[in-house]
C-alpha cells in the first residue's frame, strides 16, 4: 500500500465521526495493517477525544490471509478503546464473507451497508457516550508504584514488576511511568531493564500512552530491554506493535532466561566499545 495513510484519515467534529477510508487498500502482511493502525490509535490520541463514531470505506479493500489475524486483533482493540458504534460500508463480497465470518466467531455487529448514505443514517440513529471530556481518576497510589521498582548497581539492572498489574487507561500509564521516570532519572544513569510481564493486562484505552511513555524511558535510560513471563494477550500485542515502532520485544519465557539475554546483550556492548 502506498504511504498516504495520514490523508485517509479525518474528522467530522460536529457529528463525531472518524472517517477511514480503506478504499483500494491492499493488506498484504501483518506490517501494512499495524502501520495503518498505528497511525489510527495516534491521530485518534492528537484530537483530544477517546471516543468517536467509525465510518469505514472498504470499497475494493483487500486483506490477505496472512494479514487478517492482525487486521481484526487491531481492530478490535481499536473499537473497545475509541468507538461509540462502528459502520462499515461498500466492501467487497470477499471482504464482506471475511467480516460477517468474524461477526459470527467475536460477538459484535458488523453494520455493513451498500454505501456511505446508508452508513451515515446507521450512526445517526446510534447514541453518543461522550462527557464534556473524559478524566481518568486514578487507579492506584504511589504505594502501588514504589515496590515494583527495584535497581542493582553490581549488574546494572532495573527491574519493573507489572505482574498482575492492569493497565487500564492513558492516566494508569502516565501515573505508574512518570514514577518510574523520577526514579531513573535520580540514579543519572542508564541500565538494562527487566521487565515481568506475568499477568500483566494493557488494555486497549492505553495502549497508545504505554507503547510512547516505553519508547521514551528506553531511548533516555536503556542499555537495553528484556522482558519475560508476559500473559498470551499482551505478549500478541507487544509483538505485532514490535514490528512498526522499531523497538526488539526482546520476551523471554523466564526470568532466568531473561538474565541470559542481558548478558548477551552486555557482552555486545563491550564488543562494540
Known sequence: MTDDTDARISFDTERQIMNVDFSDVHFDSSLAVNRFYDRLEE???ETG???WF???NLSGTRIDPSAWVTYS???KSLNLAHSMGSVRFDASEATRRQIERAAGTEAFDPNLFADREAALARIAEMPSKRRVRVQHDPTYTLADFVRRISFDP???IMEVDFSFFTFHHSRDVNDFYNHIDERVGATGRKWFF???YEGCQIMPAAWVQYAHRGKRLNLAWSLGSVRYAPGSETEADIRLRAQTQDFRPNIRNTRSEALER????RAALVAEA
Not at 542481558?262 to 546483550?265: F, G, L, V, Y
Open 73 to 75: 486483533h487491531r481492530g
Open 43 to 45: 491521530r485518534i490520541a
Open 49 to 51: 477525544e477517546e471516543l
Open 194 to 196: 527487566l521487565i515481568n
Open 154 to 156: 553490581k549488574t546494572d
Open 54 to 56: 467509525f465510518l469505514v
Open 262 to 265: 542481558i548478558e548477551e546483550m
